[in-house]
């Protein structure tokens, strides 16, 4: 009877805690918050480029939260993600509705753990989970525009399905469906007195995945940079994001309503750029802390991005 008792509670307690976190299947959104910074709008400045961003994420949604996982409810949920992405970049020379065009498609291999570790009175769950392998593929179109101190673009991408995924694991690299992101940037870059300010801003609609029957809502995001070149080679500033969901999911029994996720960030960021031959290498090091997330795991990310021209322009803006 005790033992009937607290398969009771124990599923009672998925009902009532689950509301607070089923936004957004795996609690893992297609745009990655932070993705963009300073100098979001400014032109590649040769033909071919290499961008590359090393990227690690840290995060927990703690024993009283529940996150969608596959098929699966989890509790107690700890995730570390570690990823190269790699977006070989074609910008030609030419003009499309007034501005230069450019074209990318990005990969990446990577890493994922996971861990739950929860435990409701007599009941407890404690299991593990790791992958290494490939994530899905991203292709992106941009436009940019620049005038004086002003700098725009646009930009069309989305999540082509294609990596490490499987509902049944905790740790996957794929999303397991589709996607597309619209939106567009603003950098304003006065090179007399040094400061930078960017804002990148979209919108992401989900398609539905075909292995769980589940569909993320529409989700808004902003990522935000502001520098301050201290040498003609050195700067230092401060980055953001705003991650907030607009519409809840789809597929979520009827029973737990709607829900949406949401999540802030704030860092500091270094940016150099240095010469390797006839090439300048732009890297940027920026790191970002999350608070007031909900429905999502919550923790901190790095990153560290690299762009080579591969063209025979040698200087990067």
């Given amino acids: 009877m005790r033992y009937a008792a607290s398969i009771l509670l124990f599923t009672l307690a998925i009902l009532s805690v689950s509301p607070a ?6 609690g893992t959104s297609f745009w990655l918050p932070g993705q963009y910074a300073s100098f979001a709008a400014i032109a590649p400045s040769s033909e071919w480029s290499l961008p590359m961003q090393t990227y690690y994420y840290s995060g927990n949604a703690g024993a009283g939260h529940a996150i969608i996982r596959g098929d699966q409810i989890t509790f107690g949920l700890d995730t570390d993600f570690a990823a190269q992405f790699i977006a070989p970049t074609y910008s030609p020379d030419t003009k499309v509705f ?19 570790d ?25 436009l940019f525009w620049d005038c004086g101190t002003h700098n725009w673009m646009a930009y069309l991408t989305g ?41 990148t801003a979209g919108l992401t609609y989900n398609l539905e995945n075909s292995d769980t029957d589940y569909r993320s809502g529409i989700d808004s995001h ?25 519409t809840p999911d789809h597929g979520q029994p009827a029973l737990l309503g709607d829900f949406k996720s949401r999540t802030f960030a704030i860092g500091p960021q270094v940016g150099y750029t240095f010469q390797v031959g006839s090439r300048s290498i732009f890297a940027n090091l920026r790191g970002y802390i999350e608070f007031k997330t909900k429905n999502r795991p919550s923790g901190g990310d790095v990153y560290l991005t690299i762009n080579i021209p591969l063209g025979r322009s040698n200087t990067i803006n």
């Fill in 21 to 26: 976190t089923l936004a957004d299947e795996d």
């Fill in 222 to 246: 902003l990522d935000l940079g502001l520098s301050r070149s201290l040498t003609e080679h050195f700067f230092t500033g401060l980055v953001g994001y705003a991650f907030v969901q607009l």
């Fill in 118 to 142: 929860s435990s409701l009175g007599s009941l407890s769950t404690r299991r593990s989970d790791a992958l290494t392998g490939f994530g899905d593929l991203y292709p992106t179109v941009q």
């Fill in 159 to 199: 999540d082509i399905p294609v990596g490490a995924y499987d509902p049944h694991r905790l740790s996957n690299l794929g999303l397991g469906h589709g996607a597309v992101d619209a939106g567009g940037a603003y950098t304003y870059m006065n090179t007399k007195t040094g400061w930078e300010f960017s804002a």
């Fill in 98 to 116: 007034g501005g230069r065009p450019s074209l990318s498609l990005a990969f990446f291999p990577g890493y994922e753990s996971t861990d739950i």
